[in-house]
Nanobody, 124 residues
Framework: QVQLVESGGTSVQAGGSLRLSCVAS????????MGWFRQAPGKEREGVAA???????SYADSVKGRFTISRDNNKNTLSLQMNSLKPEDTAMYYC??????????????????WGQGTQVTVSS
């Protein structure tokens, strides 16, 4: 049974930091590219960051220089370090797994498996 379980979301003040984690099971983790997405109320789900199976990372322009994605293939975990948080970062954050090429990894439709999400709220 495939599972992706996110944790680490909470409320934080603007300028603060959070680290989100995702634990994967039930599929060959090291063979999948992984991504973090977020969705705010009334908005579409958007790609935040992705790490290809090769280790190459990509980021949305809105988070470049503030967020860092990383993966540990020995522990089947995915992390998102978020610094200098802004109120506009407030959203439900999801981790997801994909077998698609790097160029496709910003598209939610390219992902095979999804977690249930963890809420991040940034107050001004």
């Amino acid at each position: 049974q495939v599972q992706l379980v996110e944790s680490g979301g909470t409320s934080v003040q603007a300028g603060g930091s959070l680290r989100l984690s995702c634990v994967a099971s039930g599929f060959p983790y090291s063979r999948y590219s992984m991504g973090w997405f977020r969705q705010a109320p009334g908005k579409e789900r958007e790609g935040v960051a992705a790490v290809h199976v090769s280790g190459i990372t990509s980021y949305a322009d809105s988070v470049k220089g503030r967020f860092t994605i990383s993966r540990d293939n020995n522990k089947n975990t995915l992390s998102l370090q978020m610094n200098s948080l802004k109120p506009e970062d407030t959203a439900m954050y999801y981790c997801a797994a994909s077998t698609s090429p790097l160029a496709m990894l910003r598209r939610p439709s390219e992902y095979n498996y999804w977690g249930q999400g963890t809420q991040v709220t940034v107050s001004s």
